[in-house]
T-cell receptor, first 111, second 113 residues
Framework: RKEVEQDPGPFNVPEGATVAFNCTYS??????FFWYRQDCRKEPKLLMS???SGNEDGRFTAQLNRASQYISLLIRDSKLSDSATYLC????????????FGKGTHLIIQP | EAQVTQNPRYLITVTGKKLTVTCSQN?????MSWYRQDPGLGLRQIYY???????DKGDVPEGYKVSRKEKRNFPLILESPSPNQTSLYFC????????????FGPGTRLTVL
């Protein structure tokens, strides 16, 4: 099983809709998780951190399911500006660094 | 302004011509790392550094070198670039990689002919 897996999409969603996507991870010992947003050809930027069961920030909600080893990102009332690639990041448990990035889920919000 | 800077932002070079991509951060972070990003492969770590004079290989270190002589700088060196090193490169820094935000530089788009 790959360490971090994401559906690459693209997810085509009408403006105003709610969209959710998941990220599954293999290291059951991971304690912290991150969602990063990356616009085309630009640097990734932190969207949300998830340390316990979940986190909410405005229209964005991240939830953690430790039993099934996945984290989800929910975007409500989606805006055109939400169009981006969303990267899931999980500490992989190996070595001093141990960060693993998912390949990302591409989201396109349509007017 | 807290930031990570990379130079150059764009570079076209030829096979075998040594090059260095600089990375500098002004946040006094101990941890720095280099990634390359390729279509369909996502972000892959090249090298990372937990502190000055401490560096270690990531997932794809072949063909690259790094150094960490000062806390703020973490240059990426390609001694003999090859076309398969054509990619988008990102430098990142963080206080602690497993629990803190990683701050990425703007990226360097490298083409090796």
């Amino acid at each position: 099983r790959k360490e971090v897996e994401q559906d690459p999409g693209p997810f085509n969603v009408p403006e105003g809709a709610t969209v959710a996507f998941n990220c599954t991870y293999s290291n059951s010992a991971s304690q912290s998780f991150f969602w990063y947003r990356q616009d085309c050809r630009k640097e990734p930027k932190l969207l949300m951190s998830v340390y316990s069961s979940g986190n909410e920030d405005g229209r964005f909600t991240a939830q953690l399911n430790r039993a099934s080893q996945y984290i989800s990102l929910l975007i409500r009332d989606s805006k055109l500006s939400d169009s981006a690639t969303y990267l899931c990041v999980v500490p992989s448990g190996g070595g001093a660094d141990g960060l693993t990035f998912g390949k990302g889920t591409h989201l396109i919000i349509q007017p | 302004e807290a930031q990570v800077t990379q130079n150059p932002r764009y570079l076209i070079t030829v096979t075998g011509k040594k090059l260095t991509v600089t990375c500098s951060q002004n946040m006094n972070h101990e941890y720095m790392s280099w990634y390359r990003q390729d279509p369909g492969l996502g972000l892959r770590q090249i090298y990372y550094s937990m502190n000055v004079e401490v560096t270690d290989k990531g997932d794809v270190p072949e063909g690259y070198k790094v150094s960490r002589k000062e806390k703020r700088n973490f240059p990426l060196i390609l001694e003999s670039p090859s076309p398969n090193q054509t990619s988008l490169y990102f430098c990142a820094s963080s206080p602690e990689p497993r629990t803190d935000t990683q701050y990425f530089g703007p990226g360097t788009r490298l083409t090796v002919l």
